[in-house]
Nanobody, 123 residues
Framework: QVQLVESGGGLVQAGASLRLSCAAS????????LGWFRQAPGKEREFVAA????????YYADSVKGRCTISRDNTDNTVYLEMNSLKPEDTAVYYC????????????????WGRGTQVTVSS
């Protein structure tokens, strides 16, 4: 089992930055990596970014490439998502999830999910 707890969401104005955190615990050594997904009201859950635990290879959705940076701290099993130049269309609940296999941009690959953190960007 892997437990995931997100934090760092909030209400910000367009153009601002936020850093989301995901603290992972449990059998993280069995996992390939951790990803961030988001879901806006009435929309499907979409991939944002992912990172592998061992090597730190990163993956990004085209919609956030250049504005987001995913990183990890293997000492305390925490993954961060730094988001810059936020736009109203970034408003969503952001979830972190853990996977033991590829592909990392497909939500069906992920077996463990956090409860999510709300990000709201006002115009």
């Amino acid at each position: 089992q892997v437990q995931l707890v997100e934090s760092g969401g909030g209400l910000v104005q367009a153009g601002a930055s936020l850093r989301l955190s995901c603290a992972a615990s449990g059998r993280t050594f069995t996992q390939l990596g951790l990803g961030w997904f988001r879901q806006a009201p009435g929309k499907e859950r979409e991939f944002v970014a992912a990172i592998t635990w061992r090597i730190g290879t990163t993956y990004y959705a085209d919609s956030v490439k250049g504005r987001c940076t995913i990183s990890r701290d293997n000492t305390d099993n925490t993954v961060y998502l730094e988001m810059n130049s936020l736009k109203p269309e970034d408003t969503a609940v952001y979830y972190c999830a853990s996977t033991e296999r590829f592909p990392v941009n497909n939500y069906s690959t992920y077996g463990y999910w956090g409860r999510g953190t709300q990000v709201t960007v006002s115009s």
